[in-house]
């Protein structure tokens, strides 16, 4: 038999996998002479064993081969039907249980693989049968003195409510998401540190909730977010229960919905209830219809995607969703499921559908057509230079994986794509005229970070690109108006770049601009000025600059070729949500203005040598929280009213409503404050 090498090197061509030129095995055996040999605990239950595809009907290999076929081995999933869906990356559809378990199989090997080449503990969790599912679906409806300064009608209806209120910051209009702070203009739903929905009236003065929904009441399930729908109430909650495997000790992960009929306060009913396995990614709604995703990190290839129609509280209520609703991306990131429902919830938590897709979730897009899920793929990449080995294997997030999924009641998977390098939010995608773009930080030949925008038509073929731009700095926000993308990036300084996509097929920078610090969010002002909210920072030497603040800063592309700063405030030692959260942006079109929490603390030099010194006389920083008010007038900045509010002075105003002419204040466990825009 030939030598070992040469016959791994001829597996891995006949599977279409390059092996390095330079291995051998005197190199392979320096790696691993003073590595420990793998151990892999036993089950108590029976263990299928996976042979890789590289190795097969070999008997005995070395153990330097094992290790060289564990680092570069990671075959595409070949189990199922191929579906016939357009774009640039293939997926597969399943036609029994027995199929799905092949295919889960063959993820979690990779991704056993992948773990030994990083030298993380890997351990076999493939067993025949999984634990029973259970869930405590207990909840609870606390209701509250009423307090003194409240007026509101209690029994609901819309006695005492306001027609001018705020709506949740979104992406796209009509498509509402989920958030923890919500207002209907005659009542507020706060999600507190505790675990509680808690309902304030929209009356200026009143500072108690008057009823509260509660999370399950045990440790181990917890609010995520909600929506309001005239008189229901939206809850997604998490949860993490634990099957028998005490060896293991594996938790398994559900995602729930709750809808409650709040329209009488004193009374808030449970209406119905849906369950989906896997951890919450996100949701969207429009017109009623929630759209859930959720992650399920399967490590046994029975953890299969299910679903529970009614109380998840009862033992066996989670069924297992049918063969030929589950898919397969060409080449899992990792052995998980992204599974995703349509609910109808003007009907009760009526369930048109789930559909799974193996394959991981970390970012959803969505507009009133078309949901995109995407994940971020894994792949090697070799490095070359100045190393012990001419070749090494590191976990790079090199493309994006994207399922498009229309939004009609089959939820039908109608294209797959990939794309290089990893996207930094929802924000980085839009659909405009049948077109997909895309913008995306990836890495060149010198491992150094760049930036891409791609356009992908209606089937997720590439149509248009330019990349490589701003090399050494990553997207920090992107937004797109009409045929233009804007995309901010950073290392060092903040440069905006104007792009051009009036011809998808031939996308070109027109422009940029740089100043200091970076916006983290953009947001369309008009047709002609961009509003930029995120970090001022202070270069502190040595090629180092520190996030020192908020920055607010206007910007004028009424020319494309000339982008140009209109205006910018700094406020040095604030930080505020808005800076990570969009939907902490409060927009007042009434007023045309904008408000954003604020909180301000004093870390100067001095204070830190009394730290440092244990000085006696040491003072607390200074310390306040609020809101700040403004305005954008001929791309000017007019800061309206900066607020500090005396209930927050020693915790923090997190988010911001607004009804009629008051802003209320939210944050803490069950803090609120209120008063009359200036």
């Not at 005492?160 to 209009?173: E, I, K, L």
Request: charged content about 25%; overall charge negative.
């Amino acid at each position: 038999m030939k030598n070992d090498f040469d016959f791994i090197r001829d597996k891995f061509s006949s599977d279409g996998v390059t092996a390095p030129g330079d291995i051998n095995e005197s190199l392979v055996l320096e790696k691993v002479k003073d590595t420990e040999p793998l151990k892999v605990k036993k089950s108590k239950k029976k263990i299928i064993g996976i042979a890789s595809a590289a190795v097969a009907g070999v008997a005995v290999i070395t153990a330097a081969s094992i290790v060289v076929t564990g680092i570069l081995s990671h075959l595409p999933v070949s189990v199922g039907t191929p579906v016939s869906v357009s774009g640039t990356a293939r997926l597969t559809r399943m036609n029994s249980r027995d199929e799905v378990r092949k295919a889960l199989r063959h993820a979690i090997s990779n991704q056993e693989k992948r773990n030994r080449a990083f030298g993380l503990e890997s351990e076999s969790y493939l067993a025949e049968d999984s634990a029973e599912r259970s869930l405590n679906g207990d909840i609870g409806v606390k209701k509250y003195a009423a307090d003194s300064n409240a007026s509101a009608n209690t029994s609901g209806g819309a006695a005492g409510g306001s027609s001018a209120h705020n709506s949740t910051y979104v992406q796209h209009v009509g498509v509402d998401e989920a958030d923890t702070v919500k207002t209907d203009g005659e009542y507020i739903y706060s999600l507190a540190n505790s675990g509680e929905i808690q309902i304030f009236p929209a009356v200026k003065g009143v500072s108690a909730p008057i009823a509260s929904i509660q999370s399950g009441g045990t440790y181990d399930s917890w609010l995520q977010e909600f929506y309001i729908r005239g008189g229901n109430l939206i809850m997604i909650r998490q949860r993490y229960t634990y099957g028998d495997d005490e060896e293991y000790y594996l938790p398994e992960e559900q995602t729930l919905t709750e809808i409650y009929d709040i329209s009488d306060k004193n009374n808030i009913q449970l209406k119905s209830r849906f369950g989906q396995s896997g951890s919450y990614c996100s949701s969207r709604m429009i017109d009623g219809m929630l759209y859930l995703v959720s992650t399920q990190h399967s490590y046994k290839d029975t953890d299969l995607p299910t679903v529970c129609n009614g109380d998840p509280a009862e033992k066996g209520s989670f069924d297992e969703i049918p063969a030929d609703c589950v898919y397969s991306v060409e080449n899992p990131s990792d052995s998980s499921f992204l599974n995703i429902s349509s609910i109808d919830t003007d009907k009760g938590a009526d369930v048109c559908l789930t559909k799974s897709v193996l394959g991981s979730a970390d970012t959803i897009y969505c507009n009133r057509e078309y949901l995109y899920v995407t994940a971020a793929e894994y792949e090697p990449q070799a490095f070359e230079g100045n190393r012990a080995f001419s070749w090494a294997y590191f976990p790079t997030a090199s493309k994006t994986q994207i399922i498009k999924v229309d939004l009609n009641r089959d939820l039908d998977i109608v294209a797959a794509a990939k794309v290089n390098g990893v996207v930094d939010n929802q924000y980085s995608f839009d659909e405009y005229n049948g077109n997909l773009r895309v913008a995306t930080t990836s890495r060149d030949e010198d491992n150094r970070d760049i930036n891409n925008l791609y356009v992908l038509d209606g089937e997720l073929n590439q149509i248009g690109e330019v990349t490589g731009f701003a090399p050494n700095e990553s997207i920090k926000a992107v937004r797109y108006m009409g045929d233009t993308a804007y995309v901010i990036t950073y290392e060092q300084t903040d440069p905006l770049f104007v792009i051009d996509v009036s011809d998808p097929t031939a996308p070109v920078i027109k422009g940029e601009v740089k100043i200091s610090g970076f916006s983290s969010l953009l947001v369309p002002v008009d047709e002609n000025t961009v509003l930029g909210i995120g970090y001022h920072t202070e270069d502190e030497g040595l090629s180092m600059e520190i996030q020192e603040g908020l920055k607010i800063v206007t910007f004028d592309v009424s020319d494309k070729a000339s982008p140009k700063v209109l205006d910018t405030k700094i406020f040095k030692n604030y930080d505020s949500e808005v800076q990570y959260n969009p939907r902490a942006l409060l927009v007042n079109p009434e007023r045309n203005d904008y408000t954003i929490p604020y909180s301000y603390t004093d870390w100067s030099s001095s204070w830190w040598e009394d730290v440092y010194s244990n000085t006696q006389s040491c003072q607390e920083p200074e310390h306040r929280s609020g809101y700040i008010n403004f305005r954008v007038d001929g791309g000017k900045l007019e800061i309206v009213e900066e607020y500090a509010s005396d209930v927050f002075a020693q915790t923090e105003v997190n988010r911001c409503v607004y009804t009629d002419n008051v802003i209320y204040m939210l944050g803490g466990s069950s803090l609120i404050d209120s008063r009359e825009y200036k």
